[in-house]
């Protein structure tokens, strides 16, 4: 079945510090890719998608690559601020014809002033 | 704005007790909601999918007598945890899914403590 792994966590970065969090897929057929970042307490935002090979997702100073060859869709940033600090989640769907998504476990990202 | 809205954020009850959980599609109708669960610092667990007029679907290994929905209309599903006990204290989100955009919107969250 579908399935996505994620670097463990947590990252843990200093203000205006590159981030990069992994994330690799398996599935079938070509999903959609999706980023969603948890602030603490809260549900389920949507940062950034995108929907085929190649494309890139970018919103917030956020970006990711969908990358068939490497079955890999990791996020990026600059310059993180104290207000990235939060859960991201790397996910797919659209594989084999379901909507409904597929999460990786989530990688906490703690940023220090 | 917010495309889904669930209600309440929090809850707190006693052991024995029945919680119901509200889940509104606010932007479009939505024949399909979904329910997950998540517990601390893991990703989301679905629970079922709500299907608008029929019965609900769940994922294998969640009770249906335990955690029941019902979608009566196509804003509005409700999850009732019934029988409340500690292990169910969790967090719970809803979600809806736009088919055209293939974009899942997610609800705030409902953090449920049984005491």
């Known amino acids: 079945g579908d399935s996505v792994t994620q670097m463990e966590g947590p990252v843990t970065l200093s203000e205006e510090a590159f981030l990069t969090i992994n994330c690799t897929y398996t599935?079938?057929?070509?999903?959609?890719l999706f980023w969603y970042v948890q602030y603490p307490g809260e549900g389920l935002q949507l940062l950034l998608k995108?929907?085929?090979?190649?494309d890139k997702g970018s919103n917030k100073g956020f970006e990711a690559t969908y990358r068939k060859e490497t079955t890999s869709f990791h996020l990026e940033k600059g310059s993180v601020q104290v207000s990235d600090s939060a859960v991201y989640f790397c996910?797919?769907?659209?594989?084999?014809?379901?909507?409904?998504?597929?999460f990786g476990r989530g990688t906490s990202l703690i940023v220090h002033p | 704005g917010a495309v889904v809205s669930q209600h309440p954020s929090r809850v707190i009850c006693k052991s024995g007790t029945s919680v119901k959980i509200e889940c509104r599609s606010l932007?479009?109708?939505?024949?399909?909601m979904f329910w997950y669960r998540q517990f601390p610092k893991q990703s989301l667990m679905l629970m079922a999918t709500?299907?608008?007029?029929?019965?609900?679907?769940?994922e294998q290994g969640v009770e249906k007598d335990k955690f029941l929905i019902n979608h009566a209309s196509l804003t509005l599903s409700t999850l009732t945890v019934t029988s409340a006990h500690p292990e169910d204290s969790s967090f719970y989100i809803c979600?809806?899914?736009?088919?055209?955009?293939?974009?899942?919107?997610f609800g705030a969250g409902t953090r449920l403590s049984v005491l």
């Open positions: 979600s809806v899914i736009d088919g055209a955009k293939n974009i899942q919107y």
């Open positions: 599935a079938t057929g070509y999903p959609s």
């Open positions: 995108a929907t085929k090979a190649d």
């Open positions: 996910a797919l769907s659209g594989s084999g014809g379901s909507y409904i998504p597929t």
């Open positions: 932007d479009f109708q939505a024949t399909t």
């Open positions: 709500s299907n608008e007029g029929s019965k609900a679907t769940y």
